[in-house]
């Protein structure tokens, strides 16, 4: 490859679309939850809710920043959902409690993302 064809790929436009931070959550959101329904041996389970948590942890810090732009009572909402999130997950992990409610909750966030236009 010639310098000039080497300098043009390099400086050329990328064809990738720019995507939002709301369509990025979706997807993580989306990839979660089909982890959680499709998991089908113990290890597969733990290994779902500790990404599922560790995603309620990351939406937990952000909304909990100043710089969080969203409005208080939605950011308060999260954090509930993130505490209840949590605390449920330790349920399922002892066989105390169904993780359909989390399988329903992070629909419920996407369905969220989706009606905002922001994901795909």
Do not use: C
């Not at 369509?23 to 089909?34: M, V």
């Not at 330790?90 to 922001?118: A, H």
Request: aromatic share 4%; charged share 20%.
């Amino acid at each position: 490859m010639n310098t000039s064809l080497m300098a043009k790929n390099a400086y050329a436009s990328s064809a990738a679309p720019v995507r939002t931070a709301s369509a990025q959550e979706y997807d993580a959101f989306a990839k979660i939850t089909a982890m959680l329904k499709s998991a089908g041996s113990f290890a597969e389970r733990v290994t779902a809710l500790h990404k599922n948590r560790q995603l309620w942890g990351i939406l937990a810090d952000d909304v909990s920043g100043d710089a969080n732009a969203l409005p208080d009572e939605l950011r308060a909402q999260i954090l509930s959902l993130a505490r209840f999130t949590d605390q449920h997950t330790n349920k399922v992990l002892k066989d105390k409690g169904p993780v359909d409610i989390l399988i329903e909750i992070n629909t419920s966030i996407m369905r969220g993302l989706r009606q905002q236009g922001t994901a795909r």
